[in-house]
């Protein structure tokens, strides 16, 4: 499969008006703040919305926090025959370049994914060590869990980031538009 296209952050910048922007990160990281005129579709949901972003006019600019999700998900839709780009470095970069995050009001935000599963990871970690020095047993929930790592690491996925993604925390706020809202605004 061909390397998505990728825009830096000055490039996106300059052709904000033109692009349909599209957030693949989960609905509470999105009203964490993101990039103005955005929409939010998470990443495991892109195939839903695949038919409306079909017909979106202009390009498609598809971003998350850092760039990793948001090339998968350039991937997934040119599987489905849809061109997108990716912006390098995502929201992160965005945001050090000065450019402005929108921020829902009353939103708040939470952890970057990232920083939650190295969170969950390690302290499932320590306490499979701490237990196994009790009941050697339990030292088998820390190699799982390197195992889980490593896996991620390999194959560029994270089945943890997706069960935490669905926790109340990375909800978005009630009067967040759903995904079937999102679509209807992409169409009008």
């Known amino acids: 499969m061909p390397t998505p296209i990728t825009l830096t952050t000055a490039q996106a910048f300059a052709r904000l008006g033109e692009l349909t922007l599209v957030d693949v990160r989960t609905p509470g990281e999105y009203a964490g703040g993101h990039l103005p005129g955005a929409h939010n579709i998470p990443l495991d949901r892109l195939d839903e919305a695949a038919e409306v972003l079909r017909a979106v006019p202009g390009p498609l600019l598809i971003v998350c926090r850092s760039g990793a999700r948001s090339a998968k998900g350039c991937e997934r839709l040119a599987a489905l025959g849809i061109e997108a780009a990716t912006l390098d470095g995502g929201t992160g970069a965005w945001a050090a370049a000065g450019h402005p995050l929108e921020h829902p009001a009353g939103a708040r935000a939470p952890w970057p994914m990232d920083r939650q599963v190295r969170l ?19 030292h088998w929930l820390s190699g799982l869990i390197g195992a889980g790592l490593a896996f991620s690491g390999a194959t560029n996925t994270c089945g943890m980031a997706t069960v935490l993604g669905r926790l109340p925390h990375n909800r978005p706020p009630k009067d967040t538009a759903s995904l079937e809202e999102t679509l209807l605004r992409l169409t009008a």
């Open 120 to 138: 969950v990871a390690g302290a499932l970690v320590l306490a499979g060590f701490t237990a196994g020095l009790a009941r050697p047993r339990a």
